[in-house]
């Protein structure tokens, strides 16, 4: 089981690193996030040693970004064929999918540490609280993983990448926007309440903003990692369907 | 049909059986039943769109059938998937691959995959590469080599665990016709213990290579017989071509050759070569033979035809009700 989960999560993330995809990802994440951070958070006004202005703005950095990345998980290996020699190998499609899911996971991790940078200014500026940076990256990963897990079952739909790349964007969107105070006032105000109290539970910004500042709840952990579980066995199901077409 | 009844062993064959897929309204595969033995290489032929490449895909495990089943040395492939994918390798159509990983990674990756042990996967790579010729491209991305090449990528990522069976879909399709006859070769040498399936629309390929012809048209099975046997189905068989000198087809000869019995037509050729039919694959030769002796007539050449594969092939690919392919006369 490791074994064949590794075999694919490695040639996955190998494959990020063979085409230029992964030098100008990292590259974007990292010049996008400071500048966010610098110019639109006010880092230096706000004169506060902490990382809150750099962690506020990763939902949205993460709704453009992990698009691209999650489009090709599935919808390329159907354009181009090669899912029918994956899929004749012995290997489970579980194996596949959580192969294929950790290794763009992981590369996140990478674009994420690629940050550092901004960790080492604050704490040399000032004196921050690094146990709350810590959680707020370790959320700030998580939420990456639910974006990818999404985007993986969103791509396993087609093999046109730029209709899994816009699904995706989509799926993002609503995800973020479930927490965001006028939409969550707008569904509280149309649907009965524990339905708008489900759905607004299901927000990333919600969830992510309370483990930015400090808390590493169990609800938040466990609600970004159950998110993550359900799509990847969505995709697996998904998949597994798509081999009677 | 004409196969010594030999005891086999169960656990070493593939059983397909009323194998059955649909897309749609569209019958692609339609109750396919075959066992095949080791040492055997089976064509799969049929024209374009009969069902070939949708029964490989089931074969090797990659499309769900709707109904059957297919048990590779006793190992359902529904059921017992990671097993009896084990035992397979498989060239899907078109050869497709990871396009920017190096021939060398990606072959590393199979090995992987299919759980080469750590020790053997250099040697077992080294193995392939030299077998199929690829030392020069062996640090190349896939994608920038040449179709040919390509296609050897693929064949070698089929071999690399050695497997126990072998499914080709159209191996030697974009090859140059010395590459065709190495990876003919290639697969004669790999037939004498181990099950070897190819997919082709190239006749003279199941000439060269298969034991076995299994003829496909609109998903069911036509024909499953030795290409020798499907041969003496032709008209053709049995068939004696002539070179005369000068003798116009208006001529005595021809008509005493026409009412020979046994004989069904003659026909000329387009090089000018007499082509005596005969009836169901009567053995005329010698008849003819006595003819021109008696007329003193010496031809410059006489051979008996085997039969034409061709000719059997678009008789039973061909659709009942229309006449969308003519009989074409002449050689």
Redesign the interface.
């Known amino acids: 089981m490791m074994?064949?989960i590794?075999?694919?999560f490695?040639?996955e993330l190998?494959?990020y690193f063979?085409?230029p995809l992964a030098y100008i990802f990292v590259s974007v994440f990292v010049c996008l996030s400071g500048f966010l951070t610098f110019e639109l958070g006010s880092f230096f006004q706000r004169e506060q040693a902490d990382l809150l202005t750099f962690f506020t703005f990763h939902p949205w950095l993460y709704l453009v970004l992990m698009p691209p990345l999650a489009m090709r998980l599935w919808a390329e290996e159907r354009q181009?064929?090669?899912i029918?020699?994956l899929?004749?190998?012995?290997?489970?499609t579980a194996d596949t999918v959580l192969g294929k899911f950790l290794a763009a996971w992981v590369f996140c991790g990478f674009a994420l540490l690629a940050t550092c940078p901004i960790w080492w200014t604050v704490n040399y500026l000032g004196d921050p609280d690094n146990g709350i940076i810590l959680a707020a990256y370790l959320g700030s990963w998580l939420m990456s993983g639910s974006f990818l897990a999404m985007g993986s079952f969103l791509s396993a739909l087609t093999k046109n990448q730029i209709i899994a790349f816009v699904l995706s964007l989509v799926g993002g969107v609503i995800f973020l926007l479930l927490g965001f105070a006028p939409v969550a006032s707008a569904l509280q105000a149309v649907l009965p309440k524990p339905l708008a109290e489900l759905l607004i539970s299901m927000s990333f910004l919600t969830h992510f903003q309370s483990i930015t500042r400090g808390v590493l709840d169990v609800r938040d952990v466990g609600f970004f990692l159950a998110f993550v579980i359900c799509w990847l066995l969505a995709t697996v199901a998904m998949v597994n369907w798509k081999?009677?077409? | 049909m004409g196969r010594s009844q030999r005891e086999w062993n169960h656990t070493f064959m593939i059983e397909i059986q009323s194998l059955t897929k649909r897309?749609g309204q569209f019958m692609a595969v339609d109750s396919l039943s075959l066992t095949i033995h080791p040492g055997e290489v089976i064509g799969f032929l049929g024209p374009n769109g009969a069902g070939k490449s949708t029964t490989m895909?089931m074969i090797?495990?990659?499309?769900?059938p709707?109904s059957g089943r297919v048990t590779i040395f006793g190992q359902d492939i529904e059921l017992q998937?990671?097993?009896a994918?084990?035992l397979?390798g498989?060239l899907?159509?078109?050869a497709?691959?990871?396009?920017?990983?190096s021939v060398e990674?990606f072959l590393r990756?199979?090995a992987?995959?299919?759980?080469v042990a750590r020790q053997q996967r250099q040697s077992a790579i080294d193995r392939v590469v030299n077998r199929l010729h690829l030392q020069e491209v062996r640090r190349r991305?896939i994608d920038t080599l040449s179709k040919g090449f390509q296609r050897r990528v693929g064949i070698a990522?089929a071999l690399l665990h050695d497997p126990q069976v072998l499914l080709l879909d159209e191996p030697t399709d974009g090859l140059d016709p010395n590459q065709k006859y190495e990876v003919r070769e290639l697969i004669r040498e790999l037939a004498s213990d181990k099950i070897v399936i190819i997919s082709t629309h190239i006749l003279e390929e199941v000439e060269a290579v298969c034991q076995r012809a299994v003829i496909i048209h609109q998903g069911r099975l036509v024909a499953d017989a030795t290409p020798a046997e499907l041969k003496m189905q032709s008209d053709y068989y049995q068939a004696v071509e002539l070179e005369l000198p000068n003798i116009s087809t208006g001529s005595d000869l021809w008509r005493q050759l026409e009412q020979l019995p046994g004989v069904k037509a003659i026909t000329r050729t387009e090089t000018g070569q007499w082509l005596v039919m005969p009836q169901q694959g009567e053995p005329i030769l010698q008849p003819v033979q006595a003819i021109l002796e008696a007329r003193s007539v010496t031809p410059h050449s006489i051979a008996v035809s085997n039969g034409r594969l061709d000719d059997v092939f678009r008789r039973v690919t061909q659709d009942p009700a229309g006449h969308s392919l003519t009989q074409a006369g002449g050689l």
């Not at chain 1, 899929?87 to 489970?92: A, F, I, N, Q, W």
């Not at chain 2, 497709?96 to 990983?101: I, L, Q, R």
């Open positions: 074994n064949r590794g075999a694919v490695k040639r190998a494959g063979t085409t181009t064929g090669s029918e020699l899929m004749t190998l012995p290997l489970t081999r009677a077409e | 897309f895909r090797a495990g990659f499309l769900k709707d998937p990671l097993s994918k084990r397979l498989y899907p159509e078109g497709p691959s990871y396009g920017d990983m990674s990756f199979i992987e995959a299919r759980g991305p990522q």
